[in-house]
C-alpha cells in the first residue's frame, strides 16, 4: 500500500469509528470489505481487480445466517472507474471517491438497504482539515500526515489531478494539532502530491508571503499562488514540535526548491538529509512531452545546488521507462542522468497510458512492451549499480538508525532506516543503553541505536548495533 493510500485509509477510518464500526483481520467475520485503491500505474489497478474478484466470490458464499457481506472501494480508482466497476461488479454496494470519505456512514447506511451507493464528487476545498486521522500502522511508531491534496502540475502522463482533484492545501493549524497529538510517535512524514507548492491561505493574516519564484529553466503550465504560509513556515513549525521526532516529506516536484527549505533541511538536527526528485527521464525532449516543466540541463544544476547545500544528502527519484515516442537515445539519456546523479532510492516503472491525461488524448503509446520492459530492466539495473557504490562508501561508519521491527529475513534481525532513509539490518541483541554505559537494553520499535555498518548491497545495509541513543 503506497503512502497517499495509507492516509486515505486512516482518514476514512476516523470517520467509520466514530459510527461504531469496528475494524477486523478475519475477513469472514467482517461485515463490510473497503478496499483503498490506487490508479497511478496500471498493475496496482489490476492487482484491485484481482482482489474485487475474489471478495465477489467471498460474498457470493457467504452464510445466510451473516448479514449480507458490503463491498466497497474507495480513492482514485471509485472516481476513475466509477462506470465500469459498478457495470461489470453487479455485486459491489459502495463507491467512494477521494473527497467523499465523511459520506461513508450515509453510503454505507444506503448500502444497508440495499442500493449501490456512490459519491465520486471532487472538492475544490476537502482538504479533511478537522479530521484528526486515526493511525492504524504504529509499530514502527511512524506516521504520515496530510499537509494537502491534489495537483496542479498536470504532467501529461499524470492521472492525479483528473482523481484527486486540483491542489489545496490544509492550514498550518490543523496539521500541526495532529503532529502534536502524534508526540509518541517517533518519525513523521509530510504527505501530499505535491509537498513543496504548499500554501495556506486560510487566515488572512497569513496572505502576506511573496509568490514562489521558479529557478532558471523551470516553470510551470498554471499561475503560482499568491500571498500565505509557504512549505518552508510550514516545515520549521513542524520540526520545532518535538526535537526527538524524526521529520520526512513526499512528494515533491524539482521546480519548488527555494533556499530556505533546503538551509532548513541542513540546519535542523530533526529534518531528513534526504530529498525526493522525481527526475522521471533524462531526455529533454521526452520531459518536454511529458510537460515537467524543466529541463535535464536545470535538473542537474539543482542536483548539484542541493548538495552543496547540505552535503551527504540522500537523492530518491522517480524514473518512466518507454513513454510515448522514446527513442533508444532517449532511454541512454536517461541512462547517463542516473549515472551522473547517483541515486540512494530509486522507483522505476514501465509507462502505462491512463486514460484521462494529456497523454492518452495526445500521443500515442508506442513503445512495444517488451522494449518498455527490457529498458526497465537496464535502468534498474544502472541504479542497483550506482546505488551499491554508494552503500559501500559508508561500510566502518556509525550511522544513527531508527529502529522499525524484526527484519523480514530473519527473526533474529532488526530492521530500520538511517537519515537518508537507507535499510539497515543488525541483529537483535541488548546494547548499552548509552556511551561508555555498563548497563544493556533490549532494542525496539521507535528507539534510535548508533549501528557500525560491515556490509552493503544496492538495497540495503548490514551492520552491528553499538548503543541506545537519542536524535541529537
Not at 508506442?366 to 539495473?381: A, H, M, T
Request: glycine residues 6%.
Amino acid at each position: 500500500m503506497n503512502m497517499m493510500n495509507v492516509s486515505d485509509t486512516e482518514v476514512a477510518w476516523s470517520f467509520l469509528q466514530k459510527k461504531g464500526y469496528q475494524r477486523t483481520t478475519d475477513l469472514g467475520q467482517a461485515d463490510v470489505i473497503l478496499l483503498v485503491t490506487c490508479s497511478v500505474r496500471e498493475k496496482a489497478e489490476k492487482t484491485i481487480w484481482n482482489r474485487l474478484q475474489q471478495l465477489v466470490t467471498l460474498k457470493k458464499k457467504r452464510p445466510t445466517s451473516l448479514p449480507p457481506l458490503k463491498i466497497g472501494i474507495l480513492g482514485c480508482m471509485a472516481e476513475r472507474l466509477k462506470t465500469d466497476l459498478l457495470e461489470r461488479e453487479k455485486l459491489l454496494d459502495v463507491l467512494a471517491g477521494p473527497d467523499a470519505y465523511r459520506d461513508l456512514p450515509r453510503l454505507l447506511s444506503l448500502a444497508e438497504g440495499g442500493q449501490q451507493a456512490v459519491n465520486v464528487l471532487l472538492s475544490l476545498e476537502e482538504t479533511y482539515a478537522d479530521v484528526i486521522p486515526v493511525h492504524v500502522h504504529s509499530q514502527a511508531k511512524t506516521a504520515f500526515v496530510s499537509i494537502m491534496r491534489g495537483c496542479d502540475n498536470m504532467c501529461s502522463y499524470c492521472i492525479v489531478p483528473f482523481t484527486r482533484g486540483r491542489e489545496r492545501s490544509r492550514p498550518v493549524a490543523s496539521i500541526l494539532q495532529e503532529v502534536r497529538m502524534l508526540s509518541d510517535q517517533v518519525e513523521v512524514t509530510l504527505l501530499g502530491q505535491n509537498v513543496n507548492s504548499y500554501r495556506d491561505t486560510s487566515e488572512v493574516q497569513f496572505c502576506t508571503a511573496e509568490p514562489t519564484q521558479l529557478s532558471k529553466g523551470f516553470h510551470t503550465l498554471y499561475r503560482n499562488k499568491q500571498g500565505g504560509l509557504r512549505f518552508a513556515t510550514l516545515l520549521e513549525a513542524v520540526s520545532n514540535v518535538n526535537p526527538e521526532m524524526r521529520i520526512r516529506f513526499t512528494s515533491p516536484h524539482p521546480k519548488d526548491f527555494p533556499d530556505e527549505v533546503l538551509q532548513l533541511i541542513h540546519e535542523k538536527h530533526n529534518i531528513c538529509k534526504q530529498i525526493h526528485l522525481p527526475a522521471q527521464s533524462g531526455s529533454n525532449r521526452v520531459l518536454q512531452a511529458m510537460r515537467r516543466g524543466y529541463t535535464r540541463e536545470a535538473y542537474l544544476e539543482l542536483v548539484d545546488h542541493v548538495r552543496t547545500i547540505i552535503p551527504g544528502v540522500s537523492l530518491s527519484s522517480d524514473f518512466i521507462a518507454g513513454f510515448c515516442d522514446e527513442t533508444e537515445e532517449d532511454h541512454w539519456e536517461t541512462i547517463s542522468l542516473m549515472r551522473a546523479v547517483k541515486y540512494n532510492v530509486g522507483y522505476l516503472f514501465a509507462y502505462s497510458m491512463r486514460n484521462k491525461t494529456h497523454a492518452f488524448h495526445r500521443l500515442e503509446d508506442n513503445v512495444p512492451g517488451e522494449v518498455k520492459q527490457r529498458r526497465l530492466e537496464e535502468l534498474i539495473g544502472v541504479f542497483r549499480e550506482e546505488a551499491s557504490k554508494l552503500n559501500c562508501s559508508v561500510v566502518g561508519s556509525t550511522q544513527l538508525i531508527l529502529v522499525e521491527g524484526v527484519s523480514k529475513r530473519s527473526r533474529d534481525e532488526l530492521s530500520g532506516r538511517t537519515d537518508g532513509n537507507i535499510k539497515v539490518i543488525f541483529p537483535d541483541v541488548k546494547i548499552p543503553i548509552a556511551d561508555s554505559s555498563q548497563d544493556t537494553a533490549a532494542v525496539k520499535p521507535g528507539d534510535y541505536v548508533v549501528v557500525k555498518i560491515t556490509s552493503a548491497g544496492s538495497q540495503s545495509l548490514k551492520g552491528v548495533p553499538l548503543r541506545h541513543a537519542t536524535l541529537h
